[in-house]
């Protein structure tokens, strides 16, 4: 038995074997590495979205680097202190894992039994992510669509994905937490700077959110060294930036051999009213 539910009618997901079967005999295999494709065509749209391989792998060989530790170390204390034992948490976006892993390992080595869940749109990131931790059920699925059951979690995260708050308050329990990572303004100031005419800092939006309490909020600001091109270009492909950056920027960027800038981030605890 899981926690995820079955796409096409709603009811249950049983783990059989290699699969995931409702009690309407819906079923849903599961890839080698224990992943389930929950998506949908009619979720996806015509073009299934979310990261290809090299931008997971970017995405890997950079945090895996511990550039982003301090964020993961501030997210772990927060789910850490908001999760009761025995508890469902779902990282709504969880990429390529870095952060559900980091969780569920602080989670443990906290001595609470929490139930971890990660879901993804893309199918690259999610395959990743369970070939990465092993003790977190992982989906492709998109936050738009979360394949749970209403107020099934007690914690969801949410790090630099899109927001979905009717389908985040559906999920969470009343009272349930809600951890959101976001872009502070001064974030990759410097980056921005190297490769483009004239770069913009980030417009932090209002905190207040719909059937939502900020109850905590924790500003995480420090310096990043980066000392090869790999490394700055696995960053920039992790951004928004990289969609929409033309020639001219993309070979700026590609001169790049050391850059040292600003990582600012803000964290963000509500809860759910």
Excluded at 8 to 35: N, Q, R, W
Excluded at 157 to 178: D, I, N, Q, S
Excluded at 185 to 196: M, R
Aim: charged content about 25%.
């Amino acid at each position: 038995m899981t926690m995820f539910t079955c796409p096409v009618c709603g009811e249950i997901l049983s783990i059989s074997g290699k699969s995931c079967i409702c009690p309407k005999k819906h079923t849903f295999d599961m890839a080698k590495s224990g992943y389930v494709n929950l998506l949908l065509s009619k979720q996806a749209g015509k073009t299934v979205h979310g990261d290809n391989k090299l931008m997971v792998q970017a995405r890997r060989s950079f945090l895996d680097k511990g550039f982003y530790a301090p964020l993961s170390d501030a997210l772990c204390r927060a789910v850490c202190g908001n999760t009761p034992d025995g508890g469902i948490v779902l990282d709504a976006g969880c990429g390529e894992g870095y952060y559900t892993s980091q969780v569920c390992g602080a989670l443990t080595e906290n001595g609470k039994t929490a139930e971890l869940y990660g879901i993804d749109i893309s199918k690259v990131a999610a395959d990743y992510a369970a070939k990465r931790c092993k003790d977190v059920h992982f989906a492709a699925a998109s936050v738009f669509h979360i394949p749970m059951a209403g107020n099934s979690c007690d914690t969801l995260m949410t790090l630099f994905a899109p927001y979905c708050g009717e389908e985040y308050r559906r999920v969470l329990k009343k009272g349930g937490v809600m951890i959101m990572a976001i872009p502070s303004e001064n974030h990759l100031w410097e980056l921005k700077q190297a490769v483009y005419d004239t770069p913009y800092k980030n417009e932090v939006k209002d905190y207040e959110l719909e059937g939502f309490r900020l109850i905590e909020k924790e500003r995480i600001s420090y310096r990043m060294k980066l000392e090869s091109g790999e490394d700055i270009q696995s960053l920039f492909s992790m951004t928004p930036y990289y969609y929409r950056t033309g020639r001219t920027e993309q070979e700026r960027l590609g001169a790049l051999e050391y850059l040292e800038t600003q990582a600012d981030f803000e964290l963000l605890t509500y809860c759910k009213s």
